[in-house]
């Protein structure tokens, strides 16, 4: 299995950015995917998840409202949309995905519960 990351860039505070995770090898359709954060000197930290259905999604609070998570089954990819940027987002945005089973929020926001990563693609916002 194998996911690429991408859509990272420089943007000022209060714009938007699309990121998108391609993956490949695996029934993705039937995949829980996730994407999660990590800051400079942070640990990573969980910042949305969508269940293999697209009908189960979970946010980071601090990014509710802002950030929406999305899947296309048919290109195999999964998206979070990132609007009203702040300098607190900067971060390397890593997707994760792992096979079914992951439906409760204790478990889809969980980054352990992963078996799958991306390589991370930078996401800078300047203020």
């Known amino acids: 299995v194998q996911l690429q990351a991408s859509g990272g860039g420089l943007v000022q505070a209060g714009g938007f950015l699309r990121l998108s995770c391609a993956a490949s090898g695996c029934s993705f359709s039937m995949y829980t995917m996730g994407w999660f954060r990590q800051a400079p000197g942070k640990e990573r930290e969980f910042v949305a998840a969508v269940s293999w259905t697209g009908s189960i999604t979970y946010y980071a609070d601090s990014v509710k409202g802002r950030f929406t998570i999305s899947r296309d089954n048919a290109q195999n990819t999964v998206f979070l949309h990132m609007n009203s940027l702040k300098p607190e987002d900067t971060a390397v945005y890593y997707c994760?995905?792992?096979?079914?089973?992951?439906?409760?929020?204790?478990?889809?926001?969980?980054?352990?519960?992963?078996?799958?990563w991306g390589q991370g693609t930078q996401v800078t916002v300047s203020s």
């Open positions: 994760a995905g792992e096979s079914g089973g992951l439906i409760t929020k204790a478990t889809m926001t969980t980054s352990y519960n992963y078996k799958y």
